[in-house]
């Protein structure tokens, strides 16, 4: 435990506060969007070649992390991947594979942030630059009280058009941070935040509380300048063996709550985005 939690009846009167996390390499050990290519290869809606592309992305993510191009890249190319796919089939078959494929790979260390966040009486707000289907159900796993995620366009035929109407990423998930600040009234001096790109430093600058967490090398950098706290996260664990009394979501639940998975590693910003309908996008 990293001695979090205070005594939240002291503090009833003092502003709100959350706790912001990133999601991949942060809270799992892998891409949230690219965790699910093999599902979609099996559900017919992509090629072989486009798994082994999918497989190789994620050796590079788990290798060293993406820059800013090779994240541009990857975007581009998932929101062309996904064009045309139905969307009910995708959250299908994201809500099948939900449990199978994330549970094992949360981290045991971020799930015991999350429960001491929630103890010390703060929201827990997830910020993924991955797609708002994957990562809300994601989120509802984890009990994060908020989730700001990408979101892509579906046409009036229920398929995805390829084009992306919020891309939660770099100095994006920054305004998102502040926006859901002003309207939930957090106070950013007293929040926290946790990362392990470089491009999540404004998300990270904004909060009193910054924390580098299997940091790459560059935002390595950036935490020592800074003197940024530096965790280590390495124990993937299935929540169920944490909590033993964690009862498994109902299927008709998750296919409400599911959805997108590897093509919306770009795509909008989840409840959050109901009541700003057009963010700026980087």
Known sequence: MLGLVENHSLHHSMPRTAAFFDLDKTV????STLTFSKSFYQGGLINRRAVLR??????VFLAGGADHDQMERMRQYLSALCRGWN???VREIVAET????IDPIIYDEAASLIEEHHTAGRDVVIVSTSGAEVVEPIGELLGADRVVATRMVVGDDGCFTGEVE???YGPTKAEAVKELAASEGYDLARCYAYSDSATDVPMLSSVGHPYAVNPDRALRREALAREWPILDFHKPVRLKKRLPHLSTPSRPALVAAAALGAAAATAGLVWYASRRRALPST
């Open 28 to 31: 799992i050990a892998k891409s």
């Open 54 to 59: 999918t497989a190789y992305a994620q050796f």
């Open 87 to 89: 969307v009910r089939q």
């Open 98 to 101: 939900l449990h199978d494929l």
């Open 166 to 168: 919020y891309y939660a």
